[in-house]
């Protein structure tokens, strides 16, 4: 049988559904919208291998509509249009029966794509369902966002994953007619990494690979057959975050040749370009920050950069920039300072804002002494005078601690010439 055992035990209504009990459960916030048929636009936003795609099949069949699908890697604007209408013709306007039209990995949409969809969603020609492994604050066109709601579907946990391998072989025609024995799941939760496709996908290679009609299912079976068949790199398992951290750790580290090589193994297993921007676009605020203030306009253009214009060309840009990043001097002074300072915020409270400092734009405020003693730091000798910033009760902490490189070293001297002892140290 060609079909994948993943598709094969797919399930079709909310009872056979597995996880996301706080979407789809008995009181979740989707249930009764399903049950009355009532739904609107959707954007379902979560890990692959989440139920995204069957989420949306389900909405469709319990609410008796029609469904369109589109995938956003192989759909362009004439496609979109062409599904519009074709919805447009099987269902009334703005009526319990509108067609459903899904769009896996949304995320990828142009900007002209999204608002394409716009119309067609404002005039309830088609309800949407959108699927998306990143943020939709940052990938969704704010036009379309505000017209649906967001539900974050959470990767499965090991309950979720261990009653779908007992749903495997209980309801699949292959496997239930099958002696299998699952004696031990750890390596197999361990490699889906919450994924539940992938996790039947490799429960499937195991069992395939064995070739005979019983298997006992262990660890170490697991890790044999899996290591010969997968490539080096997955997007969305364990290692993925084990290669963006050991790329994040090589930039921290200033070593240029070690933060390519890394770069190299997400570039080579297709890791999306606006993630591995975006990483550099912190690391060069939270591990660079004051010492190259630079760092960040780099960052920032590289993401700007490789949004435009993608692979291949774009593994040029991010190279250039994590090689820049590297060999940036280092410095979380930034990062130090605002977690010192909230902290401080959570452990002091609404601390008033001294009087010298408050606006004071009517004359009952200003008879209240609001602005008053304030002195205007551009009056006087080098743009500076020595006055209080901070609420009475924390005034003399430091949350701002320069550290030892070329430019916070100037910055310290500076502030000793206007400070004194106040930022001495």
């Not at 559904?17 to 009355?36: F, M, N, P, R």
């Not at 570039?267 to 550099?280: L, N, S």
């Not at 490189?405 to 502030?415: D, G």
Request: aromatic share 8%.
């Amino acid at each position: 049988m060609n079909e994948p055992l993943a598709e094969r035990i797919r399930p079709r209504t909310l009872e056979d559904y597995i996880s996301q009990s706080h979407l789809v459960g008995e009181t979740g916030s989707l249930t009764k919208q399903i049950k009355k048929g009532i739904i609107p636009s959707l954007i379902f936003w979560g890990p692959p291998g989440t139920g995204k795609t069957t989420l949306a099949n389900i909405i469709a069949n319990e609410s008796d509509r029609p469904f369109y699908t589109l995938s956003a890697i192989s759909s362009g604007v004439k496609d979109v249009r062409e599904v519009i209408d074709k919805a447009k013709q099987s269902g009334g306007l703005f009526t319990t029966k509108n067609p459903i039209l899904f769009i896996d990995e949304i995320h990828r949409f142009s900007k002209s794509q999204q608002d394409s969809l716009l119309g067609a969603v404002e005039k309830g020609w088609v309800t949407l369902i959108g699927a998306t492994t990143e943020n939709p604050s940052f990938e969704v066109i704010p036009a379309l966002l505000s017209r649906c709601q967001v539900y974050v579907l959470n990767a499965f946990n090991k309950s979720d994953m261990e009653a779908l391998l007992h749903r495997a072989l209980e309801k699949d025609t292959v496997l239930s007619g099958m002696k299998i024995d699952l004696k031990e799941t750890e390596a197999l939760l361990r490699l889906s990494g919450g994924d539940g496709r992938k996790l039947l996908n490799i429960f499937e290679l195991v069992i395939n690979s064995e070739g005979t009609e019983e298997v006992t299912i262990t660890n170490d079976l697991v890790l044999e057959k899996v290591q010969k068949n997968t490539v080096l790199y997955d997007k969305t398992g364990e290692q993925h975050y084990d290669i963006v951290s050991a790329f994040i750790k090589s930039i921290r580290g200033s070593d240029p040749n070690g933060a390519v090589y890394w770069l190299a193994r997400m570039i080579e297993g297709g890791e999306d370009v606006k993630f591995i921007a975006r990483r550099m676009l912190i690391l060069a605020s939270e591990d660079i920050g004051i010492a190259n203030p630079t760092a960040l306009v780099i960052a920032n253009n590289t993401f700007q950069a490789v949004t435009t214009i993608g692979y291949p060309e774009s593994r040029i840009i991010l190279s250039q920039c994590a090689i820049y990043l590297a060999t940036s001097p280092k410095s979380n002074t930034a990062y130090m300072a605002i977690n010192r300072a909230q902290e401080a915020v959570r452990k002091t409270g609404d601390l008033s804002v001294p009087l010298h400092l408050r606006n004071a734009p009517t004359k009952l405020m200003k008879e209240l002494g609001y602005g008053e003693d304030y002195k205007y730091a551009h009056d006087y000798n080098q743009n500076f005078v020595n006055q209080e910033f901070l609420p009475d009760e924390i005034k003399g902490t430091s949350f701002y601690v320069p550290a030892k490189n070329s430019r916070e070293n100037s910055i310290k001297e500076f502030m000793e010439k206007r400070w004194g002892d106040k930022y001495k140290g």
